[in-house]
């Protein structure tokens, strides 16, 4: 289903569908109108005209009429129409069920692959004919895949889309969730699209999948079928009150019905503005509007130079075979020869690598060379040193770029008044634990591993404390620091930070006892691992404790992220999301997170944020596991 937030894959499934039906298409112009959205012109046979309108991480779909051209295309834009304009769309395919398509190009005698990325932040991704990756909008390091130059594009794993019976019954029978759930995520339906499965099939949603038997089996493999038919199909697509739709769903109410789903897409997504400046008479404006100006322009200034610097470095790791011959041969040149004779040796050779060099400085050993821009070369660092001068001078600039926009964003007093820095606070000791105030004022402390929790008990835990953990194996241990009336947000902290939120688990039962009760001694015969401890004696049970974490950012009376039980943190917080066991790993979710308060606060709130909300900071409160984003205030 397609929603505000971007399309699903059974979208996409639709989307490649339709577009793959107007096959023959040549790549006739492309645009870039910022550092998300891009338009394709494709042409068809008979003359036929198509555009597409791609914005990566959430939208692509064709349209009637594209924005209106930039006057001054982007890099990325001239890069893609070097390489694609003219070129043949020999096919469009999704891969898998994901939410990427890949358009498959013939240019000359060889092939190009263009992948377009909707999920999580998006990417447009140019690679040969064997998926390795000429070059990308947005060069990403992860753990598991690499988006840079001379990398191979991941196209493995299982196609979803086209299961046997066979393998959609061992997917559903080895999952621990119930149905709609093992739906919507390990076959990568979603929510909406899994719930209609289950209404096809005839079986309750939440039928628990270690039970299902060959006849349920039959009836929910011929209802998956049927959906990805309809998809492929597009049966009259539906704007609806949930969202956009390539076929009705069972009992939904459509507001509008359309002819390709394409349509339906354009008129969900109304195309964005994009204003250009216009130059107009000269002004006369007061010192105040000269000084802001003036800033403005520096920030400007500093940014095209944290590109300048950020694109140098780029160039250098793509040509990083050939920076490091010329680093190694003009070091062993300089042993024998003056930097004056080297510099005539230069002139007269005919070689590659020679030939990019523009101009020598002998003062400092260092070359000018051209790597698709001019980038200083110190013959005394090595590859990564000459990477790292980069770096630091993208450090100084952003540096100065924030000096600026506080500057600027600084009103001019009336008066000679004292005005109120916000300050980012200084880390205290317990921030490196999981930690939050009770509504009440007491800390509460929680460990974050094994160590963290031997350490707590051992070194912080007192007398007058409580010792607080979820009623499984796998935990924090919680320690609270005092005596508080709301037991009921530190249990709900402890159960939390537990494997129950692994475990997908709503709600589960917490335990608390006295500092006396706690023992690393076991009995005879007995092994108490690292982190775990022995309770002695009665101890306090809360049973069926609601799991949920909210996280936040606090601008008054200093910045800072926090994070903890949904009642404690939104009495503080400005603004919070809310988390419940879910699908989303820490990173997915942590990434959201940041995007999402980051919206919620005004522009000049968001600027001053950016010292504390961070994908670390916000991570730092995300349990373990799959998590939600279920409510935003």
Known sequence: MATTKGMSGLDLAALTA????????????????????????????????????????????????????????????????????????????????????????????????????????????????????????????????????????????????????????????????????????????GGAMAEELCIRAGVEKEFPTQYLDDRIISQLYTAYESIIADARSQNEPVIDAKGCWPFPLTGSTPKSTHTTFSEALASYYPLPTFHEEKKGKKEVFSREERI??????????????????????????????????????????????????????????????????????????????????????????????????YYDLMKKFRSKREGAIRAMNRPTPKQKERTTVRKRPKPKWFHRFRWFDTSDGVLVIGGRDANQNEELVKKYMEGGDTFVHADVHGGSVVIVKGTTERMDEVVQFAASYSNLWKSGYAAGDVYSARPDQVSKTPESGEFVAKGAFV??????????????????????????????????????????????????????????????????????????????????????????????????S
Do not use: C
């Open 535 to 632: 309770i002695r004696g009665e101890r306090e049970y809360f049973r069926h404790v609601p799991l949920g974490v909210a996280i936040g950012a606090v601008t008054e009376p200093t910045l800072a992220v926090i994070g903890g039980p949904v009642s404690a943190i939104s009495k503080r917080a400005k603004h919070m999301i809310r988390l419940t066991p879910g699908t989303f790993e820490p990173n997915d979710i942590a990434r959201k997170a940041v995007r999402s308060l980051r919206d919620r606060f005004s522009s000049n709130d968001a600027k001053v944020l950016k010292s504390v909300l961070s994908t670390e900071s916000v991570a730092a409160f995300i349990p373990a596991g799959g998590s939600d984003i279920v409510e935003e």
């Open 18 to 189: 339709e577009l793959k039906s107007l096959l023959p298409l040549w790549i006739g112009k492309i645009y870039q109108y910022n550092n998300t959205t891009f338009g394709f012109r494709l042409n068809g046979e008979d003359k036929a005209r198509h555009l597409f309108f791609i914005e990566i991480g959430r939208r692509a779909h064709r349209v009637l009429e594209l924005p209106p051209a930039p006057k001054n295309p982007s890099g990325y834009s001239m890069y893609l129409r070097k390489f694609l304009d003219g070129g043949k769309v020999l096919s469009i395919s999704q891969k898998g069920i994901e939410r990427v398509i890949i358009l498959e190009i013939g240019k000359g005698s060889g092939t190009l692959n263009l992948a377009i990325e909707l999920f999580d932040e998006g990417n447009l991704i140019l690679t040969d004919g064997g998926f390795g990756i000429q070059n990308a909008l947005k060069k990403r390091h992860f753990r598991e895949r690499e988006i840079v130059s001379g990398e191979v594009y991941d196209m493995g794993g299982v196609d979803l889309s086209t299961l046997s019976p066979e393998a959609f019954s061992g997917i559903l029978r080895s999952s621990n969730r119930d149905l709609v759930r093992s739906i919507a995520v390990d076959l990568m339906f």
């Open 292 to 389: 802001r100006r003036q800033q403005e322009a520096a920030i400007k200034t500093f940014e095209a130079k944290i590109a300048d610097s950020e694109r140098a470095a780029e160039l250098i790791y793509e040509r990083y075979t050939d920076i490091r011959q010329l680093i190694t041969t003009l070091d062993a040149a300089s042993q024998k020869m003056s930097w004056q004779e080297i510099t005539k040796v230069l002139k007269g050779a005919d070689h590659p690598t020679a030939a990019m060099i523009l101009s020598v400085n002998p003062a400092d050993a260092s070359v000018v060379v051209d790597i698709g821009m001019k980038v200083t070369i110190s013959i005394q660092k090595n590859v990564e040193g000459n990477v790292g001068v």
